[in-house]
């Protein structure tokens, strides 16, 4: 027989036993009752300015931990402002766990105030939900919730509670293990699938991996490391691959789509085996893909619905990608395939071309290569979305660091909420945001969470002054008919910080990144950098 | 091409709404939907005729089987297909043809569930073309209203989900 407490002192105790310290949220009076217990716990729960940003702050903290993160909201605005963090979670398959507060069971479907139907709301991007009407059920559902979230193919789970629920009295016991009959994940590879795998990695000449976002998700980077260097396979990357192999790995050519490298696209067109693992094949990824008559893809994934959606697979293996990777690596010939390695080495040599210093502001990627000099061994970059999503995809060179960003769903305004989540995660990693002022516009009441909550995050605001990748949209689609782009208006960032007690500079040429670049890393509290670049500036340079 | 496919899921509340939201958002096109409970009270059968071609039935199986409350999805094979749909008709109906509309139910299997001074209510289950065929013979009469519930359908012999 457990104890008996209210729902919302079990949520709270739910929370602590599964390990939870962290917490992202904002409140309203729906879920009052919880924060009410949250007070007596020791979770810490960092206050956002917008609740969207508890979910982005919450998606950081989950891809550096591996583990389900957690946000908090009231119903109604609090509830549907977190739409699309929720999606975003969903989008690049990050484990979530939403507690939302509801009014009360008796008065769902009146319209009252500060109601919204979250759950029907949100169903088309979170793995499961639950509105909770059943007290009794809370410490189960929690369970379950936490389990969906972070097996399988990870996902955000939404759990949707009533004040008057949050308020009842129940006998306390969290069950030590769920068992859902009809949600049972993969786990090892089919055993003749990975023979067909070995086979065909044995018979290729042109073989190529192309590693996605899956690979964090399931801790696999070494073992595919491992098997890249066995077989002798360069590996190309897609966004949420970034990071996932060192920089400068001899067999790591960079990443593949509309905004990729060049190596990388010649790569994928040119090879004649292709090894998806944990990519989902993105329509921007495979844009640049030639058609090829006898390319053989092996596609592994976790999801089965994701292998021969959008690429025909000759190979097909669900399973987790650690488990499978290891299963082929006691599988696969030791092989070197010199003349494929060493041509796509030479391509990406050829690349490292000397950036033009342009007659206004800098050139990004020459800015970010005065970054790659500085960046400590632990760090985590967070890119926005738009240009300067591409121009830090392309340029960052990670050895050791993580790459995040909003893949899937391209969400403005990312970078910084989830970059507090990161530092949150991981306090020890320099951790550093780059957005431009189109993102950062979406996103600067965070600055205060940063100072409230002591969060050292630095920003890179790259400054110019348009809706940037808009603008090339526009520049090269639209006969350069710009509208909507302009930021007049914006205001100083470096004032705006300091208005928040916020140090920072800017930088509006080249022979200035590499002092400012240096304040920033050095600075042991946030630190904001505008950098000014061209409004002409192309997003692949 | 039509496929009819069999779900079992978790009798929960809302599973029906991820289903249909799941089709709607994914531009699946669903020709019928039918739902009960089965005989285990925790779980109902739902049976979805949807219009499309291979690739398309693959990804609705695959998607459907990612929703946490489906217990298992099958797409029943075409030659071992038993279906029926229930179908009430009210049909214009006057003295003088009531024989000829008693000798149509006969003929079709169906079966006449009300009668009034003007009209006739029939009922048929049957598989889709034999309605098709019963609902042709009734037009002639004036149909007031048709109402049907859907296919239902199991595998024939001893192969099931």
Same mark, same amino acid.
């Given at each position: 027989?457990?104890?008996?407490?209210?729902?919302?002192?079990?949520?709270?105790?739910?929370?602590?036993?599964? #390990?939870?310290?962290?917490?992202?949220?904002?409140?309203?009076?729906?879920?009052?009752?919880?924060?009410?217990?949250?007070?007596?716990?020791?979770?810490?729960?960092?206050?956002?300015?917008?609740?969207?940003?508890?979910?982005?702050?919450?998606?950081?903290?989950?891809?550096?931990?591996?583990?389900?993160?957690?946000?908090?909201?009231?119903?109604?605005?609090?509830?549907?402002?977190?739409?699309?963090?929720?999606?975003?979670?969903?989008?690049?398959?990050?484990?979530?766990?939403?507690?939302?507060?509801?009014?009360?069971?008796?008065?769902?479907?009146?319209?009252?105030?500060?109601?919204?139907?979250?759950?029907?709301?949100?169903?088309?991007?979170?793995?499961?939900?639950?509105?909770?009407?059943?007290?009794?059920?809370?410490?189960?559902?929690?369970?379950?919730?936490?389990?969906?979230?972070?097996?399988?193919?990870?996902?955000?789970?939404?759990?949707?509670?009533?004040?008057?629920?949050?308020?009842?009295?129940?006998?306390?016991?969290?069950?030590?293990?769920?068992?859902?009959?009809?949600?049972?994940?993969?786990?090892?590879?089919?055993?003749?699938?990975?023979?067909?795998?070995?086979?065909?990695?044995?018979?290729?000449?042109?073989?190529?991996?192309?590693?996605?976002?899956?690979?964090?998700?399931?801790?696999?980077?070494?073992?595919?490391?491992? $098997?890249?260097?066995?077989?002798?396979?360069?590996?190309?990357?897609?966004?949420?691959? @970034?990071?996932?192999?060192?920089?400068?790995?001899?067999?790591?050519?960079?990443?593949?789509?509309?905004?990729?490298?060049?190596?990388?696209?010649?790569? $994928?067109?040119?090879?004649?085996?292709?090894?998806?693992?944990?990519?989902?094949?993105?329509?921007?990824?495979?844009?640049?893909?030639?058609?090829?008559?006898?390319?053989?893809?092996?596609?592994?994934?976790?999801?089965?619905?994701?292998?021969?959606?959008?690429?025909?697979?000759?190979?097909?293996?669900?399973?987790?990608?650690?488990?499978?990777?290891?299963?082929?690596?006691?599988?696969?010939?030791?092989?070197?395939?010199?003349?494929?390695?060493?041509?796509?080495?030479?391509?990406?040599?050829?690349?490292?071309?000397?950036?033009?210093?342009?007659?206004?502001?800098?050139?990004?990627?020459?800015?970010?290569?005065?970054?790659?000099?500085?960046?400590?061994?632990?760090?985590?970059?967070?890119?926005?979305?738009?240009?300067?999503?591409?121009?830090?995809?392309?340029?960052?060179?990670?050895?050791?660091?993580?790459?995040?960003?909003?893949?899937?769903?391209?969400?403005?305004?990312?970078?910084?909420?989830?970059?507090? #989540?990161?530092?949150?995660?991981?306090?020890?990693?320099?951790?550093?945001?780059?957005?431009?002022?189109?993102?950062?516009?979406?996103?600067?009441?965070?600055?205060?969470?940063? $100072?409230?909550?002591?969060?050292?995050?630095?920003?890179? @605001?790259?400054?110019?002054?348009?809706?940037?990748?808009?603008?090339?949209?526009?520049?090269?689609?639209?006969?350069?008919?710009?509208?909507?782009?302009?930021?007049?208006?914006?205001?100083?960032?470096?004032?705006?910080?300091?208005?928040?007690?916020?140090?920072?500079?800017?930088?509006?040429?080249?022979?200035?990144?590499?002092?400012?670049?240096?304040?920033?890393?050095?600075?042991?509290?946030?630190?904001?950098?505008?950098?000014?670049?061209?409004?002409?500036?192309?997003?692949?340079? | 091409?039509?496929?009819?496919?069999?779900?079992?899921?978790?009798?929960?509340?809302?599973?029906?709404?991820?289903?249909?939201?799941?089709?709607?958002?994914?531009?699946?096109?669903?020709?019928?939907?039918?739902?009960?409970?089965?005989?285990?009270?925790?779980?109902?059968?739902?049976?979805?005729?949807?219009?499309?071609?291979?690739?398309?039935?693959?990804?609705?199986?695959?998607?459907?089987?990612?929703?946490?409350?489906?217990?298992?999805?099958?797409?029943?094979?075409?030659?071992?297909?038993?279906?029926?749909?229930?179908?009430?008709?009210?049909?214009?109906?006057?003295?003088?043809?009531?024989?000829?509309?008693?000798? $149509?139910?006969?003929?079709?299997?169906?079966?006449?569930?009300?009668?009034?001074?003007?009209?006739?209510?029939?009922?048929?289950?049957?598989?889709?073309?034999?309605?098709?065929?019963?609902?042709?013979?009734?037009?002639?009469?004036?149909?007031?209203?048709?109402?049907?519930?859907?296919?239902?359908?199991?595998?024939?012999?001893?192969?099931?989900?």
């Amino acid at each position: 027989m457990g104890i008996k407490i209210t729902v919302a002192e079990s949520l709270v105790k739910c929370l602590e036993t599964e #390990g939870i310290t962290k917490i992202f949220g904002y409140p309203g009076a729906a879920i009052c009752p919880f924060y009410d217990k949250l007070m007596q716990s020791n979770i810490q729960h960092i206050l956002v300015r917008h609740e969207i940003n508890a979910g982005h702050a919450a998606n950081g903290f989950a891809r550096i931990t591996g583990k389900p993160a957690v946000c908090v909201a009231t119903s109604g605005p609090g509830a549907t402002n977190l739409i699309t963090a929720i999606a975003t979670a969903y989008m690049d398959s990050i484990p979530m766990v939403i507690i939302t507060g509801q009014v009360k069971t008796e008065q769902i479907g009146r319209d009252v105030f500060q109601e919204a139907d979250i759950t029907g709301a949100a169903e088309p991007f979170v793995k499961h939900s639950y509105l909770i009407k059943d007290a009794e059920s809370v410490p189960e559902i929690v369970k379950k919730a936490f389990y969906i979230a972070g097996t399988g193919r990870p996902g955000p789970v939404l759990l949707d509670i009533p004040m008057d629920v949050q308020l009842e009295e129940i006998d306390f016991e969290y069950p030590e293990s769920v068992e859902i009959s009809s949600y049972k994940p993969k786990n090892e590879g089919n055993k003749l699938q990975i023979k067909r795998v070995a086979d065909a990695v044995k018979e290729a000449e042109k073989p190529l991996i192309c590693a996605g976002g899956g690979l964090f998700t399931s801790n696999a980077r070494e073992i595919m490391v491992e $098997i890249a260097e066995k077989a002798g396979i360069p590996v190309i990357c897609t966004m949420m691959g @970034i990071s996932v192999m060192p920089y400068d790995h001899p067999l790591f050519l960079g990443m593949i789509g509309m905004h990729g490298r060049k190596t990388p696209n010649r790569a $994928i067109s040119e090879c004649d085996l292709l090894i998806l693992l944990g990519a989902r094949v993105g329509d921007r990824a495979v844009m640049g893909m030639k058609n090829h008559h006898n390319l053989k893809v092996i596609h592994i994934d976790i999801d089965p619905a994701e292998i021969g959606k959008n690429l025909p697979v000759s190979i097909p293996v669900v399973g987790d990608l650690k488990a499978v990777l290891t299963q082929i690596s006691e599988a696969v010939e030791p092989k070197r395939h010199k003349d494929w390695t060493e041509y796509l080495q030479e391509l990406k040599s050829s690349e490292n071309i000397i950036h033009q210093t342009p007659e206004i502001g800098v050139n990004p990627a020459a800015f970010l290569d005065e970054l790659n000099k500085l960046l400590p061994d632990r760090c985590v970059i967070s890119a926005d979305v738009g240009q300067n999503q591409i121009w830090t995809a392309n340029n960052i060179k990670l050895n050791s660091g993580r790459f995040i960003t909003s893949g899937g769903m391209g969400a403005m305004g990312y970078s910084v909420p989830a970059a507090i #989540g990161a530092k949150s995660a991981c306090p020890e990693a320099e951790v550093i945001a780059i957005c431009g002022d189109g993102s950062f516009q979406m996103q600067s009441m965070e600055l205060a969470t940063m $100072i409230q909550h002591g969060i050292v995050v630095k920003i890179i @605001i790259m400054a110019n002054n348009r809706l940037g990748m808009v603008r090339e949209l526009q520049t090269s689609l639209y006969d350069d008919r710009l509208t909507a782009v302009f930021l007049d208006g914006s205001p100083d960032f470096v004032k705006l910080a300091d208005a928040y007690g916020i140090g920072g500079e800017y930088v509006s040429n080249i022979s200035e990144a590499k002092t400012a670049l240096e304040n920033l890393i050095n600075s042991d509290k946030p630190y904001v950098l505008q950098v000014k670049v061209d409004e002409n500036e192309r997003s692949v340079l | 091409m039509k496929h009819t496919i069999s779900i079992l899921v978790e009798n929960n509340a809302g599973v029906l709404a991820r289903i249909s939201g799941l089709f709607a958002r994914r531009g699946y096109n669903i020709h019928s939907l039918a739902v009960g409970v089965t005989d285990d009270e925790n779980i109902s059968r739902i049976t979805i005729v949807a219009e499309g071609n291979d690739y398309t039935l693959e990804q609705i199986e695959k998607q459907l089987n990612k929703l946490i409350d489906v217990i298992k999805v099958r797409s029943l094979p075409a030659d071992k297909l038993l279906s029926r749909e229930l179908m009430l008709v009210k049909v214009n109906c006057n003295n003088a043809q009531r024989p000829e509309l008693i000798a $149509i139910a006969e003929l079709s299997g169906a079966k006449i569930s009300d009668v009034s001074k003007e009209t006739m209510t029939l009922e048929l289950s049957a598989n889709e073309s034999k309605i098709a065929v019963f609902e042709e013979l009734l037009k002639p009469y004036g149909v007031k209203e048709v109402v049907r519930t859907g296919v239902v359908a199991l595998q024939k012999g001893g192969g099931g989900l």
